[in-house]
T-cell receptor, first 116, second 110 residues
């Protein structure tokens, strides 16, 4: 595997289910990101991790719970979601954060989530 | 604070015509600038980036962009559009944090 991978690619869940999205990067990067992309809306940055520490949480509801067990893996745990949470969830990674890096981000293919 | 504005959420061109997607940025320090492309149901893929040096940057698939500091712009161009160029394009600026524009959907008509 190369680059950034995400599983599953498609997920349908009910509002009472609990599921997890997985992201893995094979680039040796130190920073990882979750984005939400809804139809006709800009990319929304949800969470940022640097060296396994959460450095940004952009007012995301608690029904989304991220986990970064190591610098290669990032999870997004989902519970009691709402239909408006249906979207494409993108994971990305970059070499690092801050002015010392150009912050070029490498994206996974995304997980298309549908909440019924 | 930094920001990026893409002028036009939807651009339509004929196959073979010039593609011009506009991006303006705001930054208090010299920025790094990026263009990404997203095909349907896929993640974002880097087209090109400007960090330092030559202001005309060439990317993949025949695209290029020019950094114009005086105009705070980083417009994306391609001389001749192909049907396969139909996608959504995102401009982004970084001065330590990557900020994306709202995206421009490019339609290519036969």
């Amino acid at each position: 595997e190369t680059g950034v991978t995400q599983t599953p690619r498609h997920l349908v869940m009910g509002m009472t289910n609990k599921k997890s999205l997985k992201c893995e990067q094979h680039l040796g990067h130190n920073a990882m990101y979750w984005y939400k992309q809804s139809a006709k809306k800009p990319l929304e940055l949800m969470f940022v991790y640097s060296l396994e520490e959460r450095v940004e949480n952009n007012s995301v509801p608690s029904r989304f719970s991220p986990e970064c067990p190591n610098s290669s893996h990032l999870f997004l745990h989902l519970h009691t979601l709402q239909p408006e949470d249906s979207a494409l969830y993108l994971c990305a990674s970059s070499l690092g954060l801050g002015r010392g890096y150009d912050n070029e981000q490498f994206f996974g293919p995304g997980t298309r989530l549908t909440v019924l | 604070a930094q920001s990026v504005t893409q002028l036009g959420s939807h651009v339509s061109v004929s196959e073979g015509a010039l593609v011009l997607l506009r991006c303006n940025y705001s930054s208090s320090v010299p920025p790094y600038l990026f263009w990404y492309v997203q095909y349907p149901n896929q993640g974002l893929q880097l087209l090109l980036k400007y960090t330092t040096g030559a202001t005309l940057v060439k990317g993949i698939n025949g695209f290029e962009a020019e950094f114009k500091k005086s105009e705070t712009s980083f417009h994306l161009t391609k001389p001749s559009a192909h049907m396969s160029d139909a996608a959504e394009y995102f401009c982004a600026v970084s001065t330590g944090k990557l900020i994306f524009g709202q995206g421009t959907t490019l339609q290519v008509k036969p």
